[in-house]
């Protein structure tokens, strides 16, 4: 069993900064890919961020230059740094692990309970 604990989130002034976070644990083998994605009401979830485990990202056109996707295998975290927020980054913001959870078992992909981002004056 594998859980994805997701933080971070709140409520943000435009121009302003957030830093979300999200923990996996439980049976782990091996981390492939991880990744952010958000949904905005009435939209479809799109992805916003992503980083390999040779630590190659890729972002999404409206996030790039303000928003930094790192990671911390030691503690099975991956971050998303925000800067600059626009009122059109209001979503929830959902992460995702691509993972091995046993020696010869597929990779498996797992989705964090979602954290809510509004950023509004």
């Known amino acids: 069993q594998v859980q994805l604990v997701e933080s971070g989130g709140g409520l943000v002034q435009p121009g302003g900064s957030l830093r979300l976070s999200c923990a996996a644990s439980?049976?782990?083998?091996?981390?492939?890919?991880m990744g952010w994605y958000r949904q905005a009401p009435g939209k479809q979830r799109e992805l916003v961020a992503a980083?390999?485990?040779?630590?190659?990202?890729n972002y999404a056109d409206s996030v790039k230059g303000r928003f930094t996707i790192s990671r911390d295998n030691a503690k099975n975290t991956v971050y998303l740094q925000m800067n600059s927020l626009k009122p059109e980054d209001t979503a929830v913001y959902y992460c995702?692990?691509?993972?091995?959870?046993?020696?010869?078992?597929?990779?498996?992909?797992?989705w964090g309970q979602g954290t809510q981002v509004t950023v509004s004056s």
């Open positions: 980083i390999t485990g040779g630590g190659n990202t």
């Open positions: 995702n692990f691509a993972l091995i959870t046993g020696r010869g078992s597929p990779i498996d992909s797992y």
């Open positions: 439980g049976s782990i083998f091996s981390f492939n890919t």
